[in-house]
C-alpha cells in the first residue's frame, strides 16, 4: 500500500509514517521544510526507498502540484490530509484576521488543494480513499456552553476552519462517490503532540493507532462520515 501524507514532520503525521513503515507500506511523506524534519529524515535511512521526502506547503498552490509530480505516476491508496494549524485563540473583539486568514488556508483550503491535485493518482489506487484529520471542536451540534475538551465557544478560526473542511469532504463524497472514492472525517481527539500539549489524555501512538484501523476498516458505504479515532461516528 502507498499512501502520502501532509504534515508529515512532528505529530501524529509522524507518528503515521512510523507506524505505516513498521508494518510495510511505502509512504510519501509531505513536510514544510524537509531539511529541519530531523526525525523524519532518521526514518528514512531505515526505511530506503519506502519512504521518499518532499517538500510541501499546503498554502501554496505551486507547493502542492510539484508534490504531486514529484510522486510520479505511481498509485496512491490512500491520501492523508494532516496538516493543520491551531492559530490564535483571540476573544471576537480582538480577533486577528490576517492569523484567520492563515488558519483557513491551512486547514480547509489546504486539503482541497491536496485532493485537487492528487485526486487522479489516488483514483488509479487499489483503495482510492481520502482523509482528512479534523476535530470535534468543528461541530455545529457540540459548539455549546458545555463545551468541548473543556473549551465552550472561542477559537474561532480554528472552528471555523475546520467546519468548512467538515463541508468540502461531504462535497467530495457525493461528487465522487460513482468514481468508487472513499473519503472520511478523522477526528484524533486531544493527542500529546507539540499543538495538543502533555496535558492531552490520549498518546499520539494510541491514537495512530486507532485512527489506521478506522482507515483500513472504511468502505464505500461509510464514505462522507465523520469518526472519531476509535471508530465511533461523531455528531456534525
Known amino acids: 500500500m502507498r499512501y502520502a501524507i501532509s504534515g508529515a514532520s512532528r505529530g501524529i503525521g509522524l507518528e503515521f509514517v512510523r507506524q505505516l513503515l513498521a508494518r510495510g507500506d511505502t509512504v510519501e511523506a509531505g513536510a514544510r521544510v524537509p531539511w529541519e524534519a530531523r526525525q523524519l529524515t532518521a526514518l528514512a535511512r531505515d526505511a530506503g526507498e519506502r519512504l521518499r521526502i518532499h517538500a510541501l506547503?499546503?498554502?501554496?498552490?505551486?507547493?502542492?502540484?510539484?508534490?504531486?509530480a514529484s510522486i510520479g505516476e505511481a498509485p496512491i491508496d490512500v491520501l492523508i490530509n494532516n496538516a493543520g494549524v491551531s492559530g490564535k485563540w483571540n476573544p471576537l473583539g480582538e480577533l486577528?484576521?490576517?492569523?484567520?486568514?492563515?488558519?483557513?488556508?491551512?486547514?480547509?483550503?489546504?486539503p482541497m488543494r491536496m485532493a485537487s491535485a492528487l485526486l487522479p493518482l489516488v483514483l488509479k489506487g487499489n483503495t482510492r480513499k481520502i482523509v482528512h484529520l479534523t476535530t470535534r471542536m468543528g461541530s455545529l451540534t457540540e459548539n455549546t456552553p458545555a463545551g468541548v475538551y473543556g473549551f465552550a465557544g472561542g477559537a474561532y478560526a480554528y472552528r471555523m476552519s475546520k467546519a468548512a473542511l467538515n463541508q468540502g469532504m461531504r462535497t467530495m463524497a457525493v461528487d465522487f462517490r460513482e468514481k468508487g472514492l472513499i473519503t472520511a472525517l478523522l477526528n484524533p481527539g486531544w493527542v500529546q503532540t507539540d499543538m495538543g500539549s502533555?496535558?492531552?489524555?490520549?498518546?499520539?501512538?494510541?491514537?495512530?493507532?486507532?485512527?489506521?484501523?478506522?482507515?483500513?476498516?472504511?468502505?464505500?458505504?461509510?464514505?462522507?462520515?465523520f469518526f472519531d479515532f476509535q471508530g465511533k461516528e461523531m455528531l456534525w
Do not use: W, Y
Open 96 to 110: 486577528d484576521f490576517e492569523d484567520m486568514a492563515h488558519v483557513m488556508e491551512t486547514n480547509a483550503i489546504g
Open 57 to 68: 506547503d499546503v498554502k501554496n498552490t505551486a507547493s502542492v502540484r510539484a508534490f504531486a
Open 198 to 225: 502533555k496535558m492531552a489524555p490520549t498518546r499520539v501512538d494510541e491514537c495512530v493507532q486507532g485512527l489506521l484501523r478506522v482507515i483500513d476498516e472504511l468502505t464505500l458505504a461509510r464514505s462522507g462520515c
